[in-house]
């Protein structure tokens, strides 16, 4: 089956460095996203990895293992705007119409 | 338009009502997807357009579910009969092509079946 794993909940205080990981199981694999949701609004891409390694893009970065399964996202200087869901998503083929497989979501909190 | 848009943004609805809610994809956008999010849940792929053509349709929870994009640009989300386990957001998001191309989302609608 296919399966998404991330940790529910997270907190962290502003100016810090905060790694959300992500864990998948799927029939096949053809890229893993990042998004960000704040309460009540739509998601944001933040993130695409399709090859290992780190994607690195301002404040945020993204990390990518098909050999794992496994993926993080890495935000540093965390900024209390930062509250937010954060869903890891796989693509699992290459077909047209292919929809994203989402993880639940890790909130983030954010204090000063 | 900038971005995807969805409406109503609220709904509530008696159980039993039938409701219809709306998504504008970005101008010239191929794809089109619709999906669920229920409360701390990430969203669930219910149905896929290309163009005016619905490939895919095997996320669609019923019969009492259903959804159209005639012209290819708009398309509407019905849901007949609706229940109290319909209560979620829907979330519509569209992609320029058809196959690696990033899905771009509306804020969604929230329906509540009382």
């Known amino acids: 089956g296919q399966n998404i794993d991330q940790p529910t909940e997270m907190t962290a205080t502003e100016g810090a460095i905060v790694q959300i990981n992500c864990t998948y199981q799927?029939?096949?694999?053809?890229?893993l996203f990042w998004y960000q949701q704040h309460a009540g609004e739509a998601p944001t891409f933040l993130s695409y990895?399709?090859?290992?390694g780190l994607e690195e893009k301002g404040r945020f970065s993204s990390f990518l293992s098909r050999s794992k399964g496994y993926s993080y996202l890495l935000l540093k200087e965390l900024q209390m705007k930062d509250s937010a869901s954060y869903l890891c998503?796989?693509?699992?083929?290459?077909?047209?119409?292919?929809?994203?497989?989402f993880g639940k979501g890790t909130t983030l909190s954010v204090s000063s | 338009g900038a971005g995807v848009s969805q409406s109503p943004r609220y709904k509530v609805a008696k159980r039993g009502q039938d409701v219809a809610l709306r998504c504008d994809p970005i101008?010239?956008?191929?794809?089109l997807f619709w999906y669920q999010q229920a409360l701390g849940q990430g969203p669930e792929f219910l149905t896929y357009?290309?163009?005016?053509?619905?490939?895919?349709k095997s996320g669609l929870p019923s019969d009492r579910f259903f959804a159209e994009r005639p012209e290819g640009s708009v398309s509407t989300l019905k849901i007949q009969r609706t229940q109290q386990e319909d209560s979620a957001v829907y979330l519509c998001?569209?992609?320029?092509?058809?196959?690696?191309?990033?899905?771009?989302f509306g804020p969604g609608t929230r329906l509540t079946v009382t």
């Open positions: 101008s010239g956008h191929v794809s």
């Open positions: 799927t029939s096949g694999f053809n890229g």
């Open positions: 998503a796989v693509r699992d083929s290459l077909q047209a119409g292919t929809a994203l497989i």
């Open positions: 357009f290309q163009n005016e053509a619905q490939l895919d």
């Open positions: 990895n399709v090859l290992d």
């Open positions: 998001a569209s992609s320029i092509g058809t196959g690696l191309s990033e899905q771009y």
